[in-house]
């Protein structure tokens, strides 16, 4: 008998003695939507030889990439358009007639910040790298059948918004990039306003007591005014400034009002996502750690890279009832594909968190109820339209577009 004979009677044996095998690991949740795959218990019991591959160095690969060779089912995860773990509430969400639709090849360029302005029907959005230095930004027109898209540039211009929200009539955007000369002018990170009707921006905030913000990530305007934002180094991991960071890695809260900026977390390596639940009492900032890289005053940026065990978790936070300081961090979600990158939640409480090559669904508790899968890595996205029913996604060479029954919240 051969060696290679052999190998296959050990696999063999060794599967048909194992126990407690979840079979089949996957299956057509309804034959009417081929593009929606159930998962069967989360896949807890994969039969072995199993074997997911954790990075190439650069990027994490996917669940579907798992190896399984003794459950054919699995084959079809990467092939799915929505992965449903938990099919009652899952379902819900699909509703009737769920659909993905890849809408627009993108540059290779990181795509994020996208804020709906409802009296236009437009979907605004940013593109950074590549080249550093390029300012202007995207627009989608929904008013358009089918969409289009266009550049679009504020006057003045501002560089590489990463984060991004609509409150009272304004856009609000996390801008990144700073640079003593980037068209004609001095940016540094901090935060603007863009009035979608007369173009202008402002800026509301560029530092800290003299310190340049290192990136000014995502952020949420609670309903009292203050501007809640992240502040991790991608800026200069990602050559988007021309000094290395002055402040250690923290989120922030910004009253506009008075001009009062107020540290609110440190503990986290590269906070990122932020986002607001419904009722104003859980703030959840994820912690995307796993990709990072060296920071030396005396070094130029060496890039980012990614370690799948580094830190790459989702918090919870209580807001206490003045909306001022969070208590209670508790570890919410471990993104099992890449980092949890952007983050919102829907109006139902339900969090939704981009981590690599899709969009995850989680509710309260951090149950992950349905995944949606994309074929580039996803940065961000955006409820749009009536009912906001309509989920605009985007990231590294791509958008695309999802109609299901999960809402977003109302932005006004």
């Given amino acids: 008998m051969s060696a290679h004979t052999l190998g296959l009677v050990f696999l063999f044996s060794v599967a048909s003695a194992q126990t407690g095998v979840t079979s089949p690991l996957a299956q057509e949740c309804d034959p009417s939507f081929p593009n929606v795959l159930c998962i069967n218990k989360y896949a807890t019991v994969m039969p072995y030889h199993f074997f997911r591959n954790i990075s190439n160095g650069t990027f994490g690969l996917t669940f579907g990439s798992t190896l399984v060779p003794n459950d054919t089912s699995f084959a079809h995860v990467d092939k799915a358009d929505f992965l449903v773990f938990d099919q009652q509430r899952g379902l819900e969400i699909l509703g009737s007639n769920p659909s993905y639709e890849f809408v627009f090849k993108v540059s290779g360029a990181i795509h994020e910040a996208p804020v709906y302005v409802t009296s236009q029907n437009k979907l605004y959005l940013s593109q950074l790298t590549p080249p550093p230095g390029y300012l202007p930004q995207l627009a989608i027109d929904l008013n358009q059948d089918p969409p289009t898209l266009s550049e679009y540039l504020s006057d003045p211009p501002v560089y590489a918004p990463n984060g991004g929200t609509f409150h009272n009539g304004l856009i609000y955007w996390g801008a990144s990039g700073g640079n003593n000369s980037i068209g004609g002018t001095e940016q540094r990170a901090g935060l603007r306003t863009l009035h979608p009707e007369t173009n202008k921006s402002t800026t509301i905030l560029n530092n800290y007591f003299g310190y340049y913000f290192n990136t000014v990530g995502d952020l949420f305007v609670h309903p009292n005014g203050d501007v809640w ?14 000094t290395p960071p002055q402040l250690g890695s923290a989120t922030y809260r910004f009253t506009p009002s008075t001009g009062a900026v107020h540290i609110v977390e440190d503990s986290l390596l590269q906070p990122n996502g932020i ?40 918090y919870a936070y209580d807001l206490d009832p003045c909306a001022t300081y969070l208590t209670n961090k508790r570890a919410f979600w471990l993104s099992q594909d890449w980092v949890p990158d952007g983050l919102k939640v829907a109006r139902n409480g339900y969090v939704v968190t981009g981590t690599g090559k899709g969009v995850d669904v989680l509710s309260e508790r951090g149950d992950l109820i349905v995944r949606v899968q994309t074929n580039y890595t996803v940065q961000n996205f955006a409820w749009v339209g009536e009912g906001l029913r309509e989920f605009w996604i985007m990231g590294k060479g791509g958008i695309s577009r999802v109609r299901w029954e999960l809402q977003g919240q109302e932005l006004v």
Avoid: C
Avoid at 229 to 242: E, G, I, R
Avoid at 289 to 307: D, V
């Fill in 275 to 314: 986002a607001l639940a419904p009722n104003t009492r859980t703030v959840y900032i994820s912690d995307t750690g796993a990709a990072s890289g060296p920071i030396s005053l005396f070094l130029p940026s060496l890039g980012a890279s990614f370690n799948a065990t580094g830190k790459r978790t989702v």
């Fill in 229 to 242: 934002f992240t502040d991790p180094d991608y800026s200069w991991l990602n050559k988007l400034t021309d």
